[in-house]
């Protein structure tokens, strides 16, 4: 399977405790993104990537998050001293844009972050 | 600050019933508007708009945009089981953001 791969699927942790998360996209693909999803909600955007520069984030990220995309390849997504606030779906996804017009974004699986 | 509604929230048919989802959009820098289905995991894409007035079509799915109203329609004929998901709205502007909407949650019954 050559879709976006997204590692671990699920993740249970205390508060305080620090998590990451790992993000592989579709191996041509050039943009990376990242979403936060609750229950209810469509996803919420995070922050992307064009290769390896992180082009944009959104308010929500908070200092506590960082995400970091070395050599544009795989993404990872980190998140310290989590809050209860921070359980979520975290998605990642990619796309190709080669400057004619972003191609559709194709989703990763997830993961199931759960703060205890 | 851009924003994505979808009308209904949530939806019960039946099998062969069709629907239309709605999504409408205040997106600054408009590039295109994406329609996705979420069943259990990850939203699979199902059509990228980027022209008024264009349907798109695929099986018994198709969808339109209109850009003078800030608005597009997603249709489901002759719905099965299979279709029962949520329905996602996103708007792409030119900061090459995705803004999504809270989604259109469908049930079909048999």
């Known amino acids: 399977d050559t879709g976006v791969s997204q590692d671990p699927r699920h993740k249970i942790t205390k508060r305080g405790q620090n998590v990451t998360f790992r993000c592989d996209p579709i191996?041509?693909?050039?943009?990376l993104y990242w979403y936060r999803q609750t229950l209810g909600q469509g996803p919420e955007f995070l922050t992307y990537?064009?290769?390896?520069?992180?082009?944009?984030k959104s308010r929500l990220l908070s200092d506590r998050f960082s995400a970091e995309r070395p050599k544009g390849s795989f993404s990872t997504l980190e998140i310290q001293r989590t809050e209860q606030g921070d359980s979520a779906m975290y998605l990642c996804?990619?796309?190709?844009?080669?400057?004619?017009?972003?191609?559709?974004?194709?989703f990763g699986d997830g993961t199931r972050l759960s703060i205890l | 600050e851009d924003k994505v509604v979808q009308s209904p929230l949530s939806l019960v048919v039946h099998e062969g019933d069709t629907v239309t989802l709605n999504c409408s959009y205040e997106?600054?820098?408009?590039?295109?508007l994406l329609w996705y289905k979420q069943e259990k995991k990850a939203p699979t894409f199902l059509f990228m708009l980027?022209?008024?007035?264009i349907e798109k079509k695929s099986g018994r799915l198709s969808s339109i945009l209109d850009k003078k109203e800030l608005s597009s329609i997603l249709n489901i004929t002759a719905t099965q089981t299979g279709d029962s998901a949520i329905y996602l709205c996103?708007?792409?502007?030119?900061?090459?953001?995705?803004?999504f909407g809270p989604g259109t949650r469908l049930s079909v019954l048999p």
């Open positions: 996804a990619s796309s190709l844009d080669r400057g004619l017009g972003n191609q559709p974004q194709h």
């Open positions: 191996s041509e693909h050039n943009r």
């Open positions: 990537f064009q290769n390896e520069a992180q082009l944009e």
């Open positions: 997106v600054t820098n408009f590039r295109s």
């Open positions: 980027t022209s008024s007035g």
């Open positions: 996103a708007v792409e502007n030119y900061g090459q953001n995705f803004v």
